[in-house]
C-alpha cells in the first residue's frame, strides 16, 4: 500500500493504535424511558443524548454558570448542579454577536447564556480511553457558533471524542476596564478563560464519554487557531492538553496591552453611559447595561468596532508576547500541527464584495489604490508601494481580485512558515497548505468574484457541511471525499499519537529546519504531496515580506 493510501485510510492504524469506531453503552447506563438515548452522569448531573448514523451526540452541556449579572465579565464558575435527567439533544443558544461577516457566523443575537459543549462519541465505555479533540470555533473572537460544526466523522473515523462549545466573543469576552480589572479576579481574557474552562470541564467528565482526560488535543481555526497557540502560552492551560492544531494563523504578533486596552475600554464605558463612574458603581454600571446595548457598541454586521480587541497581554492568562515566548520557549512544548490555505485573503475580500452595492469585484484602480495607501506611509520604509506594485503587478494576474488576494495572503502566510522554523528545534511541527482551488463556496454567487481556497473553505473537509453559520451547505466531490478522509485520518492519528502519519515519517514528514527539505504537505486533489519550506518561500516571496520586518 502507498504512502498516500496510509495517510487516507480511516480504519485500523498500523500496530493496532487506532480501531474502527463502534458504539456501546457504557456499563450500567440508564435510559430516560424505553427507547430513548444513552445517559451520562456529568459533575453537574445527568444528561441524555442521542444516537446519529452509530455516534452519540450529547448537546448543549453547561459547562460553566450563565456569565450574567455579577457574572458578566468575570471569570466563568462551575455549572449549578440539576436533579433527573437534562436533555441534551439539540444546541445551546449561541453567544451574543453583532458582526456576522457575511454569512460567516450569526445569526445577530444578544445571548448571554451560551456557555454550552457538545461531546461526538464512537464508544461511551469508560474504559474505553478514546484520544479526545477539543474544537475552537473561528470568527475573529467576535463571532461563531459551535452549532456549525458537527465533529460525528472526526468521532466515527478516527475514533475519537470531539467536543465543541460556545465562549464568550466580542466585548462580553475580551474587555479591559480599570474598575472591572482591579476586582481580584483574571480579567480582559474571559473568552480564553471560558475556553480553559471546558478544558477542566474535559479533565473531569470526558471519561464517562468514552474519552482519555490524558490525551486531549485542541484544535481550532481562524481564530481558534490563535486560541489554540495562546492556550499553548498560558500557563492556567499547562497540562490540561497534549497536542494542539493550529488551522490559519498560529499567533505570531504582538497583542494589546493592558494600558492599551484599559484606555480603550474607558472609552466603551463612556459609550455604554458609565464613564462618570469609577471603581464598584462603574463595574455595576457596567453589568447592569443591556446586552442589546453592549452589541451595538461591538460593531455593525460587517466589521467590528473600535472597542473590539481581542485577546490581551493581562500578565497571568498571557504573561508574554506570543513573539517572545515562541523565540524563548516559553510555552507548553506538546506536538503541533500548523498551516494554512493557499488564498486566505479572497475571505476578506468575499465579504468585501458580499456587502457592496451592487457587488462587484475590485477594479485595478482600487487594486492601486489600496496599496499606495497601505504601503506608503511608516512602517513601511519609501518606495515599498512601488515595490509591491512590480512584485504583485497586475499583468501578472488575471483579475485584481487575485493579484489582491496574493497580495494580501502571502505576509501572513510567510510568518507562519517562519514561526514553523522558530519552532522546529523545539517541538514536533507538522507544516500543510491547503490548496484545493475549487471548494465549496458557501457565500452566494457573486459577480465575477473566484473563491479559490478560501481562508475557511478547509473547515467543511472536517467538519461535513460546514457552511459559515448562514450559508448554503454544500456536498464535496469525490475527489474532495478523499481528501477529507484523508484529512481527517490525519487530524484523529494525530490526536491518537502526536503524528499525522500514527507512525514514521511518510507521507507527511515532521518539519525541519532545513529548509530544503520536503517536508510542507500539499493538502489537494487528486492527490496528496510535498514542497520544501524553500520552495513555499519562494513562492510566496517570503524573502521580500521579512525584509519589511526586519528593517
Same mark, same amino acid.
Given at each position: ?253 504582538? +497583542?494589546?496591552?493592558? =494600558? #492599551? %486596552? ?7 464605558? $463612556?459609550?455604554? @453611559? ?119 503587478? +497586475?499583468?501578472?494576474? =488575471? #483579475? %485584481? ?7 494580501? $495572503?502571502?505576509? @501572513? ?124 518561500? #519562494? ?11 526586519? @528593517?
Amino acid at each position: 500500500m502507498s504512502n498516500m493510501a496510509i495517510l487516507g485510510r480511516t480504519g485500523r492504524l498500523r500496530a493496532g493504535l487506532l480501531v474502527a469506531a463502534s458504539f456501546v453503552l457504557p456499563f450500567g447506563a440508564a435510559a430516560a424511558k424505553p427507547g430513548s438515548g444513552p445517559v451520562v452522569q456529568t459533575a453537574s448531573g445527568k444528561v441524555e443524548g442521542s444516537i446519529v448514523n452509530n455516534v452519540a451526540e450529547f448537546l448543549g452541556i453547561p459547562y460553566a454558570a450563565p456569565p450574567v449579572g455579577d457574572l458578566r465579565w468575570a471569570p466563568p464558575q462551575a455549572p449549578r448542579a440539576w436533579n433527573g435527567i437534562r436533555a441534551a439533544t439539540s444546541f445551546g443558544a449561541t453567544c451574543a454577536q453583532v458582526t456576522t461577516l457575511g454569512v460567516f457566523a450569526g445569526p445577530a443575537n444578544n445571548n448571554e447564556d451560551c456557555l454550552f459543549a457538545n461531546v461526538f462519541t464512537p464508544n461511551l465505555q469508560s474504559t474505553a480511553k478514546l484520544p479526545v479533540i477539543v474544537w475552537i470555533h473561528g470568527g475573529g473572537n467576535l463571532d461563531g457558533e459551535s452549532s456549525d460544526y458537527d465533529g460525528s466523522k472526526m468521532a466515527s473515523q478516527g475514533s475519537t471524542v470531539v467536543v465543541t462549545f460556545n465562549y464568550r466573543l466580542n466585548l462580553m469576552g475580551f474587555l479591559a476596564v480599570p474598575s472591572l480589572d482591579t476586582e481580584g479576579h483574571n480579567f480582559g481574557n474571559y473568552g480564553l478563560l471560558d475556553q480553559q474552562a471546558v478544558l477542566n470541564w474535559v479533565r473531569q467528565n470526558i471519561a464517562n464519554f468514552g474519552g482519555d482526560p490524558n490525551n486531549v488535543t485542541v484544535g481550532g481555526q481562524s481564530a481558534g487557531a490563535e486560541d489554540t497557540g495562546l492556550a499553548m502560552l498560558s500557563p492556567l492551560a499547562a497540562g490540561l492538553f497534549q497536542r494542539g492544531i493550529c488551522e490559519s494563523f498560529c499567533p505570531t504578533g504582538n +497583542l494589546p496591552t493592558v =494600558p #492599551s %486596552a484599559e484606555a480603550i475600554g474607558q472609552q466603551f464605558a $463612556t459609550a455604554a @453611559g458609565c464613564g462618570t463612574k469609577t471603581g464598584p458603581a462603574q463595574a455595576r454600571c457596567l453589568r447592569e447595561v443591556p446586552a442589546a446595548v453592549v452589541e451595538a457598541l461591538a460593531g455593525t454586521a460587517s466589521a467590528a468596532s473600535a472597542y473590539v480587541l481581542g485577546p490581551i497581554l493581562d500578565g497571568t492568562v498571557i504573561p508574554v508576547q506570543p513573539p517572545t515566548a515562541w523565540a524563548t520557549g516559553q510555552f507548553t512544548h506538546l506536538p503541533l500541527i500548523n498551516g494554512n490555505v493557499q488564498d486566505e485573503q479572497d475571505f476578506s475580500l468575499a465579504i468585501t464584495e458580499y456587502f457592496s452595492s451592487p457587488r462587484q469585484p475590485p477594479t485595478n484602480a482600487q487594486y492601486t489604490s489600496h496599496v499606495a495607501h497601505t504601503y506608503s506611509t511608516p512602517p513601511y520604509p519609501a518606495g515599498t508601494a512601488d515595490k509591491i506594485l512590480k512584485l504583485y503587478s +497586475l499583468a501578472n494576474y =488575471p #483579475s %485584481a481580485q487575485i493579484a489582491w488576494d496574493r497580495l494580501g $495572503t502571502d505576509p @501572513g502566510i510567510c510568518s507562519q512558515m517562519a514561526l514553523n522554523t522558530t519552532l522546529a528545534s523545539q517541538i514536533p511541527v507538522y507544516a500543510y497548505l491547503f490548496n484545493d482551488q475549487s471548494p465549496p463556496f458557501y457565500f452566494p454567487r457573486m459577480p465575477g468574484f473566484t473563491p479559490l481556497a478560501y481562508h475557511t473553505s478547509d473547515i467543511q473537509y472536517l467538519f461535513p457541511l460546514y457552511h459559515g453559520g448562514q450559508g448554503t451547505p454544500h456536498n464535496l466531490t469525490g475527489d474532495q471525499v478523499t481528501l477529507s478522509d484523508q484529512l481527517v485520518a490525519a487530524w484523529t492519528r494525530f490526536a491518537w499519537t502526536g503524528n499525522p502519519n500514527g507512525v514514521g515519517n511518510a507521507p507527511w514528514p515532521v518539519f525541519k529546519t532545513n529548509p530544503n527539505a520536503s517536508d510542507v504537505l500539499l493538502e489537494n486533489v487528486p492527490a496528496l504531496s510535498t514542497e520544501s519550506a524553500a520552495q513555499f518561500n #519562494s513562492s510566496h516571496n517570503c524573502k521580500f515580506w521579512a525584509s519589511l520586518t526586519t @528593517g
